[in-house]
């Protein structure tokens, strides 16, 4: 049997997906708490985040969100990182408060889960540049998802990072918006 490219590319890179949010899942977590879900988007769905873009793109000053767009359309799949914001109890105050009480009453988020995200995103970043599977970090593809209602309602950040394949990164020589 013959396997074209378009489609032994377009399954590497879903495997990769599968590979990232199990190494976004297992990333280390401030106290062992996992406030973290991994959704991986494909075909009708992929184009509804893109459209979601393109709406927030028409905004002014926000053309990136129409360049991103334009890159997760040529992608395979995109990977989507969320965390919940749950403080953990330290009373760290690296939120910019004294205590986690203070910072929920403010409705401040709890710095420890920013930084798990941060974890999770650079884990998922590292296994598809592991699988040289070229990628990105897209805000704007995170904000939309959330718009858009993909995660549960718990779920307040996110960020999603494109796949592709191609004889040059599609993600490389982006225009400067």
């Known amino acids: 049997m ?3 490219s378009n489609e032994t590319e377009h399954r590497a890179a ?3 997906a599968e590979l990232m949010a199990a190494a976004a899942r297992t990333a280390p977590k401030a106290c062992g708490v996992d406030i973290t879900d991994t959704l991986v988007l494909d075909g009708s769905d992929k184009d509804k985040l893109t459209a979601e873009m393109r709406k927030l793109g028409q905004r002014p000053d926000n053309a990136f969100f129409l360049r991103d767009a334009d890159n997760v359309d040529a992608c395979h799949c995109i990977v989507l990182v969320g965390t919940a914001l749950d403080p953990r109890g330290l009373d760290c105050a ?3 408060v004294k205590d986690c009480l203070t ?3 403010q409705g401040i988020a709890c710095s420890m889960a920013s930084h798990d995200l941060g974890i999770a995103i650079g884990s998922a970043a590292a296994t598809a540049m592991d699988h040289r599977i070229d990628n990105r970090v897209l805000f704007t593809a ?3 998802a959330l718009r858009l209602g993909f ?3 718990e779920i307040k950040m996110c960020f999603g990072i494109g796949l592709a394949t191609s004889g040059k990164n599609i993600f490389f020589d982006r225009p400067i918006v």
Request: aromatic letters at 12%.
């Open 103 to 105: 910072a929920q009453k």
């Open 142 to 144: 995170g904000m939309a």
């Open 94 to 96: 690296l939120c910019g």
């Open 151 to 153: 995660f549960p309602e």
């Open 14 to 16: 879903m495997h990769t």
């Open 2 to 4: 013959i396997y074209k």
